[in-house]
């Protein structure tokens, strides 16, 4: 009967070892509970802690801290700030898409992109929300589309044929005003959808609609997202939209549109050296090319440039010392840096215009 206890006991002390992170919360928050009822309440109670090697040891309570792992995916700094930089550039070009659709102007600008819980989402964004949730496939993971509630009765009352001006935004969202909102949504995911050059086609699918934050079933409690705030100004609304994107569902595009970029930089370095390894033709040798070398923009208003004269001074910017422009044949090649050499001034060469 012993024996069969001493094993009973190593069979749960194997399954509390390899069971998932939330379990080993959940245990570890039960002992310091049992823990606390048998110090009368106290909270700095005795734990029983089962080392890795089989042996147990008795320690206070307050030393047990819960620890996350894994939440975060597996993607390099680089690539997260790669994939930031070229969702802000589509988030741009959906403002032009949507003004055309819209016919009227609409500005959309990605603030700022960060990884969060649901949790820490549903704290930071309270109900009530219009929330829109999509399937992107062929990934297979779903996000959430965010819309503030004034800008979606804004741009509800425009497809309706109104000015989009001084929408009442304390009234709720009705049934038709949902479906015109949600026309306008497809149009934006279909539109963000293929800016991604993604190996194959990106589609996204309305999936549903939830209103609180905190009964958002779209993952587990372990899985993290993808924040994107964007600004959005039609007429008088100036609102935000936030977009939610699963890091582990984003995790192939990321890292594909890290590989395009580095193909991308090989061929460009490739038809670079193609260029320079080009044979020179001697019938060029003796051409002659104008070069000059000037600021441009230089701001002088027409008062003072009615007035100037011989020996008047136009006072410049230290630093645009080395924002000297070198044309060739009236057309800007390089920025050059002001200097001298052999007592005469000239300009040194620090950067190739690619236009």
């Given at each position: 009967m012993?024996k069969?206890?001493?094993?009973?006991?190593?069979?749960r002390?194997?399954?509390?070892r390899?069971?998932?992170?939330?379990?080993?919360?959940?245990?570890?928050?039960?002992a310091?509970?049992?823990?606390?009822?048998?110090?009368?309440g106290?909270?700095?109670?005795?734990v029983?802690?089962?080392?890795?090697?089989?042996?147990r040891?008795e320690?206070?309570?307050?030393?047990?801290?819960?620890?996350?792992?894994g939440?975060h995916?597996?993607?390099?700094?680089?690539?997260?700030?790669?994939?930031k930089?070229?969702?802000?550039?589509?988030v741009?070009?959906l403002?032009?898409?949507?003004?055309?659709?819209?016919r009227?102007?609409l500005?959309l600008?990605?603030?700022?992109?960060?990884?969060?819980?649901?949790?820490?989402?549903?704290?930071?964004?309270e109900?009530?929300?219009?929330?829109?949730?999509?399937?992107?496939h062929?990934?297979?993971?779903?996000?959430?589309l965010?819309?503030?509630k004034?800008l979606?009765?804004?741009?509800?009352?425009?497809?309706l044929?109104?000015?989009?001006?001084?929408?009442?935004?304390?009234r709720?969202?009705?049934?038709?005003?949902?479906?015109?909102?949600?026309?306008?949504?497809?149009?934006?995911?279909?539109?963000w959808?293929?800016?991604?050059?993604?190996e194959?086609?990106?589609r996204?699918?309305?999936?549903?609609?939830?209103?609180?934050?905190?009964?958002?079933?779209?993952?587990?409690?372990?899985?993290?997202?993808?924040?994107?705030?964007?600004?959005?100004?039609i007429?008088?609304?100036?609102?935000?939209?936030?977009?939610?994107?699963?890091?582990?569902?984003m995790?192939?595009?990321v890292?594909?549109?890290?590989?395009?970029?580095?193909?991308?930089a090989?061929?460009?370095?490739?038809?670079?050296?193609?260029?320079?390894h080009q044979p020179w033709?001697?019938?060029f040798?003796?051409?002659?090319?104008?070069?000059?070398?000037?600021w441009?923009d230089?701001?002088?208003?027409?008062?003072?440039?009615?007035?100037?004269?011989?020996?008047?001074?136009?006072?410049l910017?230290?630093?645009?010392?080395?924002?000297?422009?070198?044309?060739?044949?009236?057309?800007?090649?390089?920025i050059g840096?002001?200097?001298?050499?052999?007592?005469?001034c000239?300009?040194?060469?620090v950067?190739?215009l690619n236009?």
């Amino acid at each position: 009967m012993a024996k069969e206890n001493f094993q009973e006991a190593d069979i749960r002390l194997f399954r509390d070892r390899t069971s998932p992170l939330t379990a080993t919360r959940v245990f570890a928050a039960e002992a310091a509970a049992s823990a606390s009822k048998a110090e009368g309440g106290s909270p700095e109670g005795v734990v029983e802690l089962h080392r890795h090697g089989g042996q147990r040891q008795e320690v206070p309570s307050g030393k047990i801290h819960s620890f996350v792992s894994g939440k975060h995916g597996a993607l390099s700094s680089t690539e997260v700030h790669r994939f930031k930089s070229q969702n802000a550039a589509v988030v741009r070009s959906l403002a032009a898409r949507l003004a055309l659709f819209l016919r009227m102007d609409l500005t959309l600008e990605q603030t700022s992109l960060e990884v969060v819980d649901l949790n820490k989402y549903s704290k930071q964004f309270e109900a009530p929300r219009h929330m829109i949730l999509f399937k992107l496939h062929p990934l297979e993971s779903i996000g959430v589309l965010d819309v503030a509630k004034p800008l979606a009765l804004t741009i509800a009352d425009r497809m309706l044929g109104g000015k989009a001006f001084a929408v009442n935004p304390e009234r709720p969202i009705r049934e038709v005003e949902t479906a015109l909102i949600d026309q306008i949504t497809q149009i934006l995911l279909r539109e963000w959808c293929r800016a991604w050059k993604f190996e194959e086609t990106l589609r996204a699918t309305l999936i549903g609609h939830e209103t609180n934050p905190q009964f958002l079933q779209i993952g587990g409690g372990e899985e993290t997202y993808y924040h994107i705030s964007i600004d959005a100004s039609i007429g008088d609304c100036m609102e935000q939209i936030q977009m939610l994107l699963p890091v582990r569902g984003m995790a192939p595009i990321v890292r594909h549109l890290a590989l395009v970029t580095s193909i991308s930089a090989e061929d460009e370095s490739e038809e670079h050296e193609q260029f320079i390894h080009q044979p020179w033709n001697p019938a060029f040798a003796k051409v002659d090319v104008h070069v000059g070398a000037r600021w441009p923009d230089i701001p002088v208003v027409a008062r003072d440039m009615v007035a100037l004269k011989v020996g008047d001074i136009i006072p410049l910017n230290p630093e645009r010392l080395g924002q000297v422009e070198i044309t060739l044949e009236g057309k800007p090649k390089y920025i050059g840096r002001l200097g001298s050499l052999d007592q005469r001034c000239a300009v040194q060469i620090v950067q190739t215009l690619n236009h």
